[in-house]
């Protein structure tokens, strides 16, 4: 798969994180497309496949194609995906197996069904997906950065931010699959059923259901507003998105019914706030 050929896998997939990544510099622009089209690569397979077990034999296939990757000698399998990440594996700042191979991991959660068990449980998830992807990316951008508690406090809000919003904005499509992103405790107090979320019936109760998720996304979001500050320049190619969660937010916390919010698709106004965002340092 040629260069062009992933950024167009990068920008169908995963669009937010493409025009972010139009900022770096073209060396660095490569090794994020390597990253992001391999995160939706894992990311796609739960939602693709009819049976858990599928799902669990294609995260397998990933494990061990990171465990080639890193062997010595490098083993690498014959797909375009894998092919561009073997290549990213070897520049600077490249995450290392275990961060990969955590990403991964991560995606098993998304097999399962259910409400989350509490809300550390959600948040660790949170952390090991958005979380642990942006802070691979910002390591790609800025491989000699050592980032202080500051930068580490904004690099944690911001993966919580997007990840947080990337909830509520799927939050018909997770309920359908009957894996709603709300806590057990919140299912229960908002008099909510999981069959009734699966079906899209109760919208006050789910409403309040989610009520505790829209509490953490603002609480991000007024986290990285008090400490974007301590992130370099260097690293807005990795971390500028999630300036594109502030409004998606709004409009989730004015929709009445979780089951009636529709993602807007402006991507020139999406281009204009990372643009802003790029020449004010307000991610």
Partial sequence: MSADTLADTV??????????????????????????????????????????????MRLAWAREALTDIYASPPRVRRHPVYEALAIMCEQPGAPGEARLAGLVEARNADLGEGAFPDTPEREAYVDRTSGALMRAAARLCAPDWQPGDGAQRALTAAGRLWGYTGLLQNFARLCAQGRPPVTQGELEASGATLEALRRGLQP???ARAREGLLALADQAARELNAS???LPASVFPAVGYAALARGPLRRIARTASPYNYAPADN?????????????????
């Fill in 11 to 56: 920008r169908r997939e995963d669009p937010a994180r493409y025009l972010a990544g139009l900022f770096a510099p073209a060396p660095v622009r490569a090794n994020l497309w390597a990253l992001y089209a391999f995160n939706a690569e894992i990311a796609r397979i739960p939602a693709s496949v009819s049976e858990p077990v599928i799902g669990e």
């Fill in 204 to 206: 006050d109760a789910a």
């Fill in 267 to 283: 991507p020139l106004g999406a281009q204009l706030a990372l643009l802003w965002a790029s020449f004010t340092g307000r991610v």
């Fill in 228 to 230: 974007r500050r301590a």
